[in-house]
């Protein structure tokens, strides 16, 4: 019987619980991708062009960065998790009870992820704002046809 199952248990599971974190904080970037061309396709086909003192163009190049960031996050999440693992692992196997010190990793890993989300929530929003169907009033101006059919939406996809 291996000493301290139970606790080596726990942090298994908790180090399996970050990689999985972490791996979708970066697989949601490539989701934002696809919805961004999504909507492109939906829309008008063909994403707006701002001018460059448009704050549209700020918030895009924003977004870009923002999505660069959270696969990074991702990274920083997942590799983490292993230092936190391997520490625990060893806290564990000592004889002697160990102090492990908090860390300020995970609070600044969770609030560069919230500054991220909010910026392409940021963008989708300009993004729609741009592409709208609405007035000032708030009434639909016209119903906009599809522009392509299914087959090109399924091509725009994959």
Excluded at 15 to 43: C, P, Q, S, Y
Excluded at 96 to 114: F, G, H, T
Aim: overall charge neutral; hydrophobic content about 55%.
């Amino acid at each position: 019987m291996i000493a301290n199952y139970t606790n080596h248990a726990a942090n298994e599971r908790t180090f399996l619980a970050w990689i999985r974190t972490g791996l979708a904080v970066a697989a949601f970037v490539f989701f934002l991708v696809k919805l961004n061309v999504l909507v492109d396709a939906v829309g008008s086909g063909s994403p707006p062009h701002l001018t460059a003192e448009d704050a549209g163009a700020f918030i895009a190049a924003a977004a870009r960065y923002a999505g660069l960031a959270m696969v990074v996050i991702g990274i920083a999440i997942i590799a983490r998790s292993g230092a936190v693992f391997e520490r625990t692992r060893r806290a564990i196997n000592r004889d002697e009870v160990v102090q492990i010190p908090q860390s300020r990793a995970e609070p600044l890993l969770s609030a560069a992820l919230a500054i991220a989300v909010v910026i392409f929530c940021i963008y989708l929003a300009v993004l729609s704002a741009a592409d709208s169907d609405l007035n000032s009033d708030g009434r639909i101006l016209w119903i906009r046809a599809p522009t392509i059919g299914p087959a090109q939406l399924c091509a725009a996809l994959a």
